[in-house]
């Protein structure tokens, strides 16, 4: 069965731009989850989706956005970067709930200059 | 504010001896909790995993202890090897909602 995957693996962007990372989750899995990693930060909860509805939702400010499709797949949309979300964007998925076993993607790594 | 933490950045531990990882929490309401395994490019591993009912929960070499009283989580290594080098991740839910995570601690297994 294959993994997670995310694309782009790595990015590098200037301030003010936007960015677009994208994430498939396994064959069968519906709720997807985003997480930024940042040194000193640990993994800081953005949101997660199931059946193509926002289910919860860090606290992070609206430049952070994202959807999912019919096919579960997920996009998470940064706008107006800032140098501050440098950071590693890391995608998991689970079966139906957030809190059954996470499966992590191997990340998108965003530098933004 | 960090709900979850993981206050020993880093950790060394020679081959075959004990590793211990710490957590700490601060919300009570918190009732479900994991350890991640995390190699360098690559996303974190679900380890073991442990709900607030139990105080203990054992898969091999790998044991996590949960005291509540204290709001601490550990995760015990036992015998390290150093293919268990990596950075762990702890993390806890409260019911029906999404994961918090601890800042990581880095293992070293010395050979």
């Known amino acids: 069965k294959a993994g997670v995957t995310q694309t782009p693996r790595y990015l590098i962007k200037t301030r003010g731009q936007q960015v677009t990372l994208s994430c498939s989750p396994i064959?069968?899995?519906?709720?997807v989850s985003w997480y930024q990693q940042t040194p000193g930060q640990g993994l800081q909860f953005l949101f997660e989706?199931?059946?193509?509805?926002?289910?919860n939702k860090g606290n992070f400010p609206g430049r952070f956005s994202g959807r999912q499709f019919s096919n579960s797949r997920s996009e998470m949309n940064v706008s107006t970067l800032e140098l501050g979300d440098s950071a590693l964007y890391l995608c998991?998925?689970?079966?139906?709930?957030?809190?059954?076993?996470?499966?992590f993607g191997p990340g998108t790594r965003l530098t933004v200059l | 504010d960090q709900q979850v933490k993981q206050n020993s950045p880093s950790l060394s531990v020679q081959e075959g001896r004990i590793s211990i990882l710490n957590c700490d929490y601060t919300?009570?309401?918190?009732?479900?909790f994991l350890w991640y395994k995390k190699y360098p490019a690559e996303g974190p591993t679900f380890l073991i995993s442990?709900?607030?009912?139990?105080d203990k929960n054992e898969d091999g070499r790998f044991t996590v202890f949960l005291n509540k009283s204290a709001k601490h989580l550990s995760l015990h290594i036992v015998p390290s090897q150093p293919g268990d080098s990596a950075v762990y991740f702890c993390?806890?839910?409260?019911?029906?909602?999404?994961?918090?995570f601890g800042t990581g601690t880095s293992l070293t297994v010395i050979p």
């Open positions: 998991a998925s689970s079966l139906r709930l957030a809190r059954d076993e996470q499966f």
């Open positions: 064959s069968g899995h519906r709720s």
């Open positions: 989706y199931f059946s193509e509805t926002q289910r």
């Open positions: 919300n009570s309401m918190f009732d479900y």
């Open positions: 442990i709900s607030s009912i139990k």
């Open positions: 993390a806890a839910s409260p019911t029906g909602n999404q994961f918090y």
